[in-house]
């Protein structure tokens, strides 16, 4: 629901952005080229914006897959962090699909200002697509430095190790003190 009121928001603040040719679901979002929506001709934020549903429908294959790896292992903290992704990318979708449909619309009546609109709405939903993309492998891939609870290690100690263990060090020589002179001479 937040992403959501991201896009709405980020709509509703006027910021008129869309992208270039939409990119591979390779593409990092970084090397995505900004332009205006007025900038892009008609014809052509018709062919992107179907472009970019079918970049997020293959994105939301790919989650899916993550979300079952992390079902097979068992590994709910994996689920619930790919699960997470796979809503909101869900959710972008719907966004996008219903923005696609109103583009049309508003292109078939000539409106600018709506088709500029449902465009950057779907624009911006792809690039957050591919964020949320990359934000899922890292579920699956960040969770091979956490250690069960119950794991056990044992550790083999090779014999032939120059001075034993450096984590016990010998203890220090004993200090003798001689004791002050009985008399004194002066």
Do not use: W
């Amino acid at each position: 629901m937040r992403t959501v009121g991201m896009v709405a928001a980020i709509v509703a603040t006027g910021v008129a952005v869309a992208q270039g040719p939409v990119p591979s679901p390779r593409t990092p979002p970084a090397a995505v080229a900004l332009e205006k929506a007025s900038e892009v001709p008609d014809s052509q934020k018709l062919e992107r914006s179907t472009q970019a549903l079918s970049v997020m429908r293959d994105v939301l294959r790919q989650v899916i897959g993550k979300v079952e790896e992390a079902r097979r292992t068992k590994d709910v903290v994996k689920l619930n962090c790919a699960n997470e992704k796979l809503t909101q990318i869900k959710g972008l979708l719907r966004i996008s699909e219903q923005a696609d449909v109103s583009l049309q619309e508003s292109l078939t009546r000539r409106e600018v200002s709506t088709s500029e609109h449902e465009y950057t709405k779907v624009m911006i939903a792809r690039q957050k697509v591919g964020q949320l993309r990359s934000e899922a492998e890292e579920c699956i891939g960040q969770l091979a430095f956490r250690t069960d609870e119950n794991l056990f290690v044992e550790v083999e100690e090779p014999e032939n190790l120059p001075g034993g263990d450096p984590t016990r060090p010998p203890p220090p020589d004993d200090i003798f003190v001689r004791p002050p002179p009985a008399s004194p001479i002066n």
